[in-house]
């Protein structure tokens, strides 16, 4: 089934799809939320809680790929200059290829995920039930990505 998914979705051009994938995969149910295809300036995602008053963690060095803090994320990817990065979001088991390189917690109050470039100019909001999420994520490559895949689901005991 999890072949089929990515065949299914691999055949999709990109930037004209508009459906949910859903499908059933032992008794996990994975869905895609959505996607983005944007150049990201400076080679950075901002995965954050529309209300977050958080400071945007810093990313302290050119090999860190992921940093966070309680209510955000930022991911270094490739940046705006060289070409697009496709981000998608998940709910589910992870579907996705590529190499994880983050996997942790974050919380979202609001109940609204907001996923995009640093600036706010090409970004997604995403309305999820308040709380407190497990959230991966998975770069190809993992050195300037061109494509990021997020997958967040409910915390144990959310």
Known sequence: MQ????????????????????????????????????GLPWGLLLVTDE????????????????TAS???????????AEGSTSV???RGEEIAVGQPVYSG????????????DATGDQSRKFNISPGRYVIEVVLDP????????????PAPGS
């Open 3 to 38: 072949q089929q998914a990515r065949a299914l979705y691999n055949s999709t051009h990109p930037k004209r799809l508009h459906f949910l994938i859903k499908f059933r995969e032992g008794d996990v149910l994975v869905m895609l939320l959505g996607e983005i295809i944007a």
């Open 51 to 66: 209300g977050s008053d958080d400071e945007i963690p810093d990313l302290s060095s050119e090999d860190e790929l992921v």
């Open 70 to 80: 309680a209510t955000a994320l930022v991911v270094r990817t490739m940046h705006a």
């Open 88 to 90: 998608r979001v998940w």
């Open 105 to 116: 917690m974050i919380e979202v109050p609001t109940g609204i995920l907001r996923v995009g």
């Open 142 to 153: 993992p050195r300037e990505a061109t494509q990021v895949n997020i997958v967040i689901n």
